[in-house]
C-alpha cells in the first residue's frame, strides 16, 4: 500500500480511483487523503464494507464479487487490488471487468504475496482450507493482456529491512518452516500495472 501511494501520488490526475476487495478501507482511506476526488471500493464481506465505511467515510462502497461490478463502463481513472485477486476463482472475468470500468488510458495496479514463484507462500491454501488462484508472475502478465490492457509491467516489492526481521520467525500455517518465511521475504510481493489503451487498436 505505501510503495503504490507513493507512486500514485505522483499522478496528475487523481479524480476516481476503485479498490477491489477493499477489506477494512484503510487503502481507500489513504487515496482519499492524497487527492483522490472519488474513491469506490468493492468487497465480498459486508462486516468488511461496514468496516471499511467507518474507515473510509467518504468511500462508495458495495458489497459484492468483483468478477461483476456494479458499476457503468468507463467510470475509473485507476483501479487497484491488493492481496485480494487470487481468491477469485475467475481472476480473467474480473480483469476484464477492470478493463470495462476503467476510462480509456487509465491505470490498474494488483499486488499480491501470493503467486507461483514465490515459493514461500505455497501453504497459504492449506492455512486457508480452501483452494486460491495460483499463478506465476508471466500467467498474471498475460491474463492482464487478454483482459485489454497493454503497456503492463511487473515488479516486486521488497519488504523493509527493518520490517522483515527473520528472528521473529515463529512456526505456522503461513510459514511452517524458516526457509519458508525467508523465500517469502525474499521473493516479496508482486506487482503488475497496465493501462486500458487510450483508443482502439484498428481491426
Ligand atoms: C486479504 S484481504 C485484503 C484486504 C485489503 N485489500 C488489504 O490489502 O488490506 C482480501 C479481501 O478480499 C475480499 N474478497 C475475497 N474474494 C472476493 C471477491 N470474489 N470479490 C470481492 N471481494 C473479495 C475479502 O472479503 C477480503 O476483504
Known amino acids: 500500500m505505501t510503495a503504490l501511494l507513493a507512486e500514485l501520488a505522483g499522478e496528475t490526475n487523481k ?11 484503510s487503502f ?8 483522490f476526488s472519488r474513491t469506490c471500493g468493492i468487497d465480498a464481506s459486508p462486516k468488511m464494507v ?7 467515510p467518504e468511500a462508495e462502497l458495495q458489497v459484492g464479487n468483483f468478477a461483476h461490478l ?3 463502463a468507463a467510470s475509473f481513472d485507476n483501479v487497484t487490488t491488493m492481496e485480494a485477486i487470487y481468491y477469485c476463482p475467475e481472476p480473467l472475468a ?5 478493463a470495462r470500468v476503467l476510462k480509456t488510458g487509465g491505470r490498474f495496479d494488483l499486488v499480491i504475496d501470493y503467486y507461483q514463484d514465490s515459493s514461500g507462500t505455497s501453504s497459504w491454501p492449506e492455512g486457508l482450507g480452501f483452494e ?3 499463478l506465476s508472475a508471466t500467467q498474471w502478465v498475460d491474463l492482464l493482456a487478454q483482459a485489454g490492457l497493454e503497456k503492463i509491467s511487473n515488479r516486486r516489492i521488497i519488504r523493509p ?3 522483515a526481521d ?6 505456522s500455517v503461513w510459514f511452517p518452516t524458516e526457509d519458508s518465511y525467508l523465500a517469502y521475504l525474499e521473493d516479496g510481493a508482486l506487482w503488475l500495472t497496465g493501462y486500458l489503451p487510450s483508443s482502439v487498436p484498428n481491426q
Do not use: Y
Not at 527473520?166 to 512456526?171: F, G, M, R, V
Open 15 to 25: 479524480s476516481a480511483l476503485l479498490d477491489l476487495g477493499c477489506g477494512t478501507g
Open 28 to 35: 481507500l482511506a489513504q487515496a482519499a487523503a492524497s487527492g
Open 50 to 56: 461496514e468496516t471499511a465505511q467507518n474507515t473510509a
Open 70 to 72: 456494479p458499476w457503468p
Open 94 to 98: 474480473a480483469l476484464k471487468e477492470v
Open 132 to 134: 486460491i488462484t495460483s
Open 161 to 163: 529491512q527493518q520490517e
Open 166 to 171: 527473520p528472528a521473529s520467525w515463529k512456526p
